[in-house]
């Protein structure tokens, strides 16, 4: 009888933000189908993958400093006291029941030989392979497993904000070396809104005699924007605290999309981390933005803003 078999080999790129239940939902899937496919010899038992008759289990993790973790379920390695303080850099998920091999891999791989600099291109990629996929139960721990990766990369957020970070590194470092050499080079002072200053402080003091001459020659220095001749013998760096304010969330923001991270394990050291990547998220795609975007479409919001931040 004909059959076609389907390819039970998966690779996909990040980000991966995996918390603790997520790892623990892979544990239970795997559990509920290996109690189904023994269910035909051995009932209702839950399967025991201490048992070699049952099949094994066995997850790696890959720590700093090149050491390893190994357990036979994720609720067994978060619980672990050994490893309250480290940091996954890595995993590796090993299934081996009823003659079928189930491998899913999260680990760093060497993608191109060599950038222009000369050092090799890395990426976080995931790698699900099962063995042999003429058989009905590699079939169905595949799609099992596949689904499972598949659900990590529901965020569009992640996957948006993951794809910029190349794009964010490089407008970042121009951006940053413009803001550093116009920060630092001498540049005229604003002397028309000098006038315009004094000029708002005779008119609260009302025009009178003594200082309608003064009044006068405020009008044409604003007017004809005036510059005296001194002035370009004695230019400093000088930058108003509201564009400075400007360009750092500009690369406040940029350097957050380039540093966003390609793995954050939610277990042990790593759950901190998640949570706080995670609450960064909005933050990137929802603050930021809308101070940019105020700043241009209602300068009148912005400009309140500026007010009680001082800057105005």
């Known amino acids: 009888m004909a059959e076609i078999f ?87 998920y090993e299934l081996r029941v009823q003659g079928t091999t189930a491998s899913l891999t999260l680990e760093t791989t060497t993608v191109s030989a060599t950038t222009v600099y000369g050092q090799p291109i890395e990426e976080m990629q995931l790698n699900l392979t099962v063995d042999p996929r003429t058989s009905a139960l590699s079939q169905e721990i595949f799609v099992l497993m596949k689904d499972w990766a598949t659900d990590l990369q529901r965020s569009l957020w992640q996957k948006v904000t993951f794809r910029l970070r190349l794009p964010a590194a490089i407008i970042g470092a121009i951006w940053a070396l413009i803001f550093a050499v116009g920060l630092f080079s001498p540049s005229p002072p604003n002397f028309k809104e000098q006038y315009k200053q004094e000029a708002r402080k005779l008119l609260a003091t009302g025009i009178n005699p003594a200082n309608q001459q003064k009044a006068i020659e405020l009008l044409l220095a604003i007017q004809a924007d005036y510059s005296p001749p001194s002035s370009s013998s004695s230019l400093k760096p000088e930058r108003s605290a509201k564009s400075i304010v400007e360009n750092l969330i500009v690369l406040f923001w940029l350097s957050a999309l380039a540093f966003f991270p390609e793995f954050c394990l939610g277990i042990w050291k790593g759950k901190q981390r998640l949570r706080w990547w995670r609450a960064w998220l909005p933050f990137v795609f929802v603050t930021v933005p809308t101070l940019i975007v105020t700043r241009y479409l209602v300068p009148g919001a912005f400009g309140a803003l500026e007010r009680v931040l001082g800057l105005k």
Request: charged share 25%; proline share 5%.
């Open 6 to 92: 389907y390819p039970t080999r998966f690779k996909t790129k990040g980000p991966w933000l995996i918390d603790s239940a997520q790892l623990l939902a892979l544990d239970d899937a795997v559990d509920q189908y290996c109690a189904k496919s023994l269910a035909a010899d051995r009932g209702n038992e839950k399967p025991d993958f201490s048992r070699a008759d049952n099949g094994t289990r066995t997850i790696t993790f890959f720590l700093r400093h090149g050491k390893e973790l190994q357990a036979s379920s994720f609720r067994e390695a978060i619980i672990n006291p050994a490893a309250a303080n480290e940091i996954a850099l890595g995993l590796k």
